[in-house]
């Protein structure tokens, strides 16, 4: 039988993200120093704070609602590029999930996949362009075939940043001096995948244990 | 970290709350991050809203009043305002004659300004938006976000201010705001970083005895690194990068504009360097400012923009204004 | 040395270069170094004139103006000018009724002004002086150079100039003068030390995380060093080393003053800081000023002056005055 | 027979002070830069250096005359506290030498007595107080017996500010905190006497050569 996630399972990961971007909030605030403005992790950690207690004072009933919340939130917290892009990534997803109380994580890719190409719309950045791009694509590829493989593409797609001379985002400014440095969006997408990753291995072994 | 701050955290709030305490004339909501014209809306008139990341002070709060914005949204440090605080500002200043938002290009300002935009729409707010994209240290190409908006986005506030003031249309006072910026062109120094509250050291490491030329206002290294230069040959560059660009056939207004930690006497110091540069480029100067506008924090070091006018614009420069930055007129 | 300077010597000159080609309303002699307000000498009226070494910008030049000062003397930086300019500032002022020297409480300063005084009287001006020493980090006794002036200066130039420009006789402006001053206090906080361009190198060691209290605004140490504050702590501690000192019995003017590289964001937070201590001090504001008034180069920190007003004090503080650094009223 | 010296033997000391100023600016603005404002070396580098001009362009005839035009453009020139303090006493002196073409050692020491008495009332300072006076009353005092007297009371006058507490001038606002420090003016004052013995020992030799 296909495993299926309802809402509880993406607040959760909403959890895991704002703890991780807690955790990381120095280390990607030191990347954004580097070719940006150095405010990354503390965008993140003020958004992803205000996500979790948003989720858990009105806890919404679908998967696709937890997701849409999250992102509206987003959108009126962080401010800067990274909160309408990730604002915008949670919200379509979320819309394209639906009404639907369990999703599987076909559909979640599926969702994801449509989050992401409307977070290249509105931003206008390409997979290559040293942005979060460079982790969600391959990130979302990777979720079709499994949880982990979605991890470990969104972290090779952050590492594979370092290299890339930016064309889109502050970095951009920089030309060839961006070169060198991991982007800092790529970074906390990779964490989105992480945590995503670490929360259904919980959900799995906790179904394991109760099978 | 040498700030004089409480905690990071509350550093934004803290300043509104300093703000509204020393400006009576303004209605500062800290809440809401909205810093407003105490007489808005002005029955027929036309109101400018702009706003950005804090840390550019007086950008943006200190150029509310007459004459120049309606409202404007201040950010967190270096980082766009959300599209909640825009809308509630439009909504408080909009007298039915429509808003124009001032946005400084980066994508973040970008973005947040455009959803905001559809926001106030959707509450039957007119609303027209200006970019700011004068820094020519940023090649305006597909490899970049495009030049990025500094000092002449005093330029804009101020001129299309003037004429919102004077109750120009919508359409007319977001022409002028579009002629301004494309008349406006910029290029930055540092002679230092700058510290954010959130990291608490410098965002890059420049050693004594170097400086950073092509710099935005968000503490981000420039484009190049370089043996320190006088006064003389910063002024030189700066300005030949400006001219060479913007290649003025009138006359110009000139902002000497400090990044914060420099002093003005080292600003006035500078400022002879640019007229001696202009005149020797036969580029006339109709008036020149000289201070911290558009800042960076505790950055040392300057900019210099140049803006085209012609008698229109020149008029519009010179009419009154009454916020607490700028002040002029009556 | 991060400075946007050509060489040392040149500073000051160079500084005034700069201030003539932005404000054409004054009149700035660069050999000489002396600025005068344009229209000068004003018919009828008597004729501030101040003064003190550079390094203080805006003070005293950017006071130069209708309503405040009638001229300034720049010297060299954190050096009293000499009385060859403050009798040349004199004559060039003085419309028969009469100059008050403005004289910050330092040993040059008031060494120099006194011999200017004397010159001055020598050529038939008729000269009176105030002294200006609100700083409260000094006891004033047989065991030091006295109280030294610092942020009270600015009341003074703005309070006894707005009396000038009403056409107060000269006793009558002098009187003012001298009440403001005594009804003045201030207290100074430097989170770093400055650098100036002779020396080339921070005037004293401050370890990070550690502040100066009770400085002066010529980069000397202050009284005491100590573990960094908060500015709520900072804010605590200096307004009440000045409401004890001052013991206002009504409303007092709060300047909120930075001593030049902190930043505007940051002032403003302090000022947030330094209403609620006056609030808890039961000490009531009639108007607050925040910004880069009385500085010392690039240090950062600020200092809290407080001046206690009447009505009539307060009526000539909102009078108009029409300076570079401080504009309202008209 | 008593030695005399002539107005270009006051030229020369000035002049030598002037190089002696210029040669120790840094250290004196560094005396400067621990208890005051960073200016002293500065200050006096402006100042003699317009004396040694002034002084070239138009030299007097008598030395009391070329004290008071070097008195007279320090006070012109350096601002501060030094300049009228040092202006006074070489203008004060210079008055008090009246318009003899040629004066006595002895004479010379008289005349600076006046001058420093001139410093003593316009700075309202006296000796202990950690200001030029610790090195200038001590110095003409010697300098009743030989320059090279005057010399080591001026050098040890200024060493004996170190443990003192400042009761005049900028150092006075440090209260404790100035204990432990020289004092620049003092320093300033000792290489006056310094330069004057200099020019003494090169005069008598010049002398002894010629005789
Ligand atoms: N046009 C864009 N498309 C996609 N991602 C972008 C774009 N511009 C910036 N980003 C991402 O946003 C990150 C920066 O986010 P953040 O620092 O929070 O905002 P800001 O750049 O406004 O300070 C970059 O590292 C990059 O990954
Ligand atoms: N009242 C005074 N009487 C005598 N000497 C003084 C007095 N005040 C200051 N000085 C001397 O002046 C010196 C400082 O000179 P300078 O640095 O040039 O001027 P300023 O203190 O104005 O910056 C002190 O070291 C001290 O020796
Ligand atoms: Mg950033
Ligand atoms: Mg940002
Ligand atoms: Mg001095
Ligand atoms: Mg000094």
């Not at chain 2, 040392?300 to 204004?321: F, Q």
Request: hydrophobic share 45%; charged share 25%; net charge negative.
């Amino acid at each position: 039988m296909t495993q299926t996630f309802d809402a509880d399972f993406l607040v959760r990961w909403l959890a895991a993200v704002a703890e991780a971007v807690d955790r990381e909030a120095d280390r990607l605030t030191e990347l954004d120093s580097a070719i940006g403005d150095a405010d990354h992790g503390a965008n993140l950690k003020r958004g992803f704070a205000a996500v979790t207690e948003t989720l858990a004072k009105d806890p919404p009933a679908t998967p696709g609602a937890v997701l849409t919340a999250a992102g509206r939130q987003l959108i009126s917290t962080v401010g800067g590029a990274s909160g309408p892009l990730y604002g915008t990534l949670l919200r379509r997803t979320g819309k394209t999930l639906g009404d639907d109380g369990r999703v599987t994580r076909e559909q979640l890719a599926e969702a994801l996949d449509s989050g992401v190409t409307a977070v290249s719309q509105l931003g206008g950045a390409q997979v290559g362009d040293k942005t979060m791009l460079d982790a969600l694509v391959p990130a979302v590829e990777g979720l079709r075939d499994s949880f982990g493989a979605a991890r470990s593409a969104a972290e090779e797609g952050a590492l594979a940043t370092v290299p890339l001379r930016a064309r889109k985002g502050r970095a951009s400014y920089l030309g060839e001096r961006s070169v060198g440095h991991q982007d800092p969006g790529a970074t906390s997408s990779a964490l989105l995948f992480a945590a995503l990753d670490e929360i259904a291995r919980t959900e799995a072994s906790g179904a394991e244990g109760a099978s | 970290m040498r700030m004089l701050i409480n905690v990071p955290e509350t550093v934004v709030a803290d300043a509104l709350r300093g703000m509204a305490a020393a400006h009576p004339e303004l209605t500062v909501d800290v809440e809401r991050r909205v810093v407003v014209r105490r007489d808005a809306p002005v029955a027929g008139k036309v109101a400018l809203v702009s706003g950005g990341g804090s840390g550019h002070e007086p950008l943006h709060g200190g150029f509310v009043g007459p004459g120049m914005l309606a409202a404007a949204c201040p950010g967190e440090v270096f980082t766009s305002p959300v599209p909640d605080q825009m809308v509630r500002a439009a909504a408080a200043v909009d007298s039915g004659a429509g808003v124009l938002f001032v946005v400084k290009n980066y994508t973040g300002d970008v973005l947040n300004f455009e959803m905001a935009a559809e926001l106030a729409e959707d509450e039957g707010i007119q609303v027209a938006k200006v970019l700011v994209d004068d820094d020519v240290a940023v090649t305006d190409s597909l490899y970049t976000a495009g030049r990025r908006g500094t000092g002449g986005t005093l330029f804009v506030e101020k001129i299309a201010g003037a004429a919102a003031e004077e109750g120009a249309p919508l359409e007319r006072v977001e022409a002028i705001a579009r002629r301004v910026n494309e008349r406006c062109r910029s290029f930055g120094v540092a002679l230092s970083a700058c510290t954010t509250p959130a990291k608490g050291s410098p965002t890059f490491g420049l050693p004594e005895g170097e400086l950073e030329l092509g710099i935005g206002i968000h503490g981000e290294p420039g484009r190049e690194r370089r043996p320190m230069m006088t006064s003389r040959e910063i002024a030189d560059f700066a300005v030949d990068a400006v001219v060479e660009d913007l290649r003025p056939s009138g006359p110009v207004i000139a902002l000497v504009n400090g990044m914060g930690a420099t002093p003005l006497l080292e600003l006035y110091g500078f400022n002879a360097e640019v007229q001696r540069v202009l005149g020797e480029r036969g580029v006339p100067v109709a008036r020149t400012l000289v201070g911290n506008y558009v800042t960076s924090l505790d950055m040392a070091g300057c900019s210099v923009t140049l803006c085209e006018v012609d008698e229109d614009l020149l008029r519009l420069w010179d009419a009154p204004v009454e916020t607490p930055a700028l002040r002029w007129g009556r």
